[in-house]
């Protein structure tokens, strides 16, 4: 799950979770492939550098280079590993009780579980339709200039100060300050987990340097270390689920329990309870849109983008479902303990607490890691294209691609300095707290933008040659409808779960502050898009056309 992370509680056992210049010139950017020559070789070096999607053996071979200057060199493992890393962190381990207690039978939590992961495969495959369209990074901010190019990409800008100067930053902060309660719970020492807030936060900030840095020098070495992340987050989901699936095929002996047998007996449908757990089941969903942020530098485009998302969701969806299976054949649904994470319960019942308390808090924390590598991969790009096509001030030099590492240091520069303010600006207590719930408020706004925008751009481009893939109308538009209704339900009062603490800010406050930053960045799309191109009579959309322009001018 992408979500952010509250902070654990000290308990006797795992603690409970929640889950530019303006000059239109380079501003532009070409959606033409530019296949090359030598450049993948390490300028200054000479080194041809090994494919991270290979294994051993594999000969050595220049990597194409788009016209933007960035290298391709992410195969199909490692767009699939973005994917996990940034869908799976710690949702899975804990959301399963809450769901449950909210519809009130397991089986009725399994239906939504799969009802919400065929919805959010729609949403994936429309990114994959319009990530085939227009190949450059950048993701939702180009899907939704290309889209809503009217009034002036009011949509696509909004977004692109909303999320690369606020949501993605603030995420990585909230994320980095997390995962270290886990290792220090593992080593026994949970008193630290409220009384070294700003210890914990030192730590998050010195791993989230090592990484930034890491993803500055090397695109290979980050995306080795991000495949490696997947693969912890992979296994440890398997053990899960492979014990669900033995439990499910009687394999393994499992306690008597009335969570099956009672059907769907007690199904609660009122709609607080319904909503509270869509609401929930969505956000351990999220995440896949990172892949788009970066597909610039996926190889074979037209293949691995649609494939990586195919697989990667689908993939998860059997590991999901697996594993609530698992869970529920094991825990009955009375004895479900909201202070503790649900996966901690089930691994004390089947391998010992050794598993629950000391491997599984440290397998949790890599993957909130992994979260953490895959926003700092994705969020440089994020910044790098709202430079580059001229959204942001200053595109020469956040939009400048290192000649030897082949990064945009400065816009990852940017990303990680803003990520330290988030870090350490807000005290601990409410305002930390009101950070986390606020990153998560405004995402389903331009979720459900991008998807109708795949409609629209079906019947404003049906000829488009560059779509190489495409995806169900039929489910982009209900993702399109679910992901609206999931913005409005944020003001609907959440349901109580017994065992859980009341939240002391009002419910309404993050969602609302959410829709007034939104609002507030139509100060920037005033200044820049208004203001600065009346003044200089620079065109700083021009792009958007002639992207569209140069590709139909393929089909002549």
Request: glycine content about 10%; charged content about 15%; overall charge positive.
């Amino acid at each position: 799950m992408s979500a952010i992370y509250t902070p654990l509680q000290p308990a006797a056992t795992v603690p409970r979770e929640e889950a530019a210049s303006g000059d239109q010139g380079q501003a532009r950017l070409s959606p033409l492939e530019v296949h090359s020559n030598s450049s993948s070789i390490d300028a200054g070096s000479g080194d041809r550098q090994p494919d991270p999607d290979a294994g051993q053996g594999t000969v050595f071979k220049p990597a194409e280079v788009s016209e933007e200057g960035l290298r391709r060199e992410i195969g199909l493992f490692s767009a699939s590993s973005i994917i996990i890393g940034q869908v799976v962190g710690s949702g899975i381990f804990s959301t399963p009780a809450s769901v449950a207690i909210l519809c009130g039978t397991p089986y009725m939590a399994l239906v939504l579980w799969l009802i919400t992961g065929v919805f959010s495969l729609g949403g994936a495959l429309a990114s994959a339709e319009l990530g085939t369209m227009f190949p450059q990074n950048g993701g939702m901010i180009r899907y939704l200039a290309h889209s809503y190019p009217r009034p002036r990409a009011l949509v696509a800008t909004i977004m692109a100060y909303s999320v690369t100067f606020f949501c993605r930053p603030a995420a990585i902060a909230a994320n980095v300050a997390i995962f270290s309660q886990y290792f220090f719970f593992a080593a026994g020492r949970a008193d630290y987990i409220e009384s070294k807030d700003y210890l914990l936060r030192g730590i998050g900030a010195l791993v989230m340097t090592a990484l930034m840095v890491l993803n500055m020098v090397s695109v290979r070495w980050s995306l080795r270390l991000l495949n490696a992340f997947a693969l912890v987050k992979m296994v440890t989901l398997l053990v899960v689920s492979f014990t669900g699936f033995l439990l499910m095929v009687g394999a393994v002996k499992r306690s008597s329990g009335t969570n099956w047998s009672r059907g769907f007996r007690g199904t609660r449908l009122d709609a607080q309870s319904f909503a509270s757990a869509m609401t929930r089941l969505f956000w351990s969903w999220e995440g896949w849109s990172n892949v788009g942020y970066v597909v610039g530098e996926v190889k074979n485009v037209k293949r691995n983008l649609p494939l990586s998302l195919g697989l990667a969701m689908s993939t998860l969806a059997v590991l999901y479902l697996l594993a609530n299976v698992a869970y529920f054949s094991v825990i009955p649904l009375e004895d479900i303990d909201n202070g503790t994470l649900l996966a901690a319960q089930f691994m004390d019942k089947i391998f010992g607490k050794a598993m629950g308390q000391v491997v599984l808090p440290v397998c949790i924390g890599i993957s909130i890691l992994g979260v953490v590598m895959s926003e700092l991969f994705g969020g440089g790009r994020l910044m790098y294209t709202a430079g580059k096509t001229g959204f942001v001030p200053y595109g020469e030099v956040l939009g400048e691609i290192h000649p030897r590492f082949g990064t945009p240091i400065y816009a990852m520069a940017i990303i990680w300095a803003l990520s330290l303010v988030f870090l350490f600006a807000p005290p601990p207590g409410k305002a930390f707290d009101l950070l986390v719930e606020l990153v998560q408020e405004g995402m389903w706004y331009f979720y459900a933008l991008t998807a109708f925008g795949v409609i629209l751009l079906r019947r404003r481009l049906p000829h488009y040659p560059l779509r190489r893939f495409r995806s169900s109308l039929v489910l982009s538009f209900l993702f399109g409808i679910l992901s609206l209704a999931l913005g409005v339900l944020q003001f609907y009062p959440p349901a109580e779960i017994p065992g859980k603490k009341k939240p002391e800010l009002p419910y309404y406050l993050a969602p609302l502050l959410g829709v007034i930053f939104m609002t507030l960045c139509l100060i920037p799309w005033y200044l820049r898009m208004w203001r600065f191109v009346n003044k200089t009579g620079i065109q700083l959309l021009g792009w958007i056309e002639a992207e569209e322009q140069e590709v139909l001018a393929m089909e002549n």
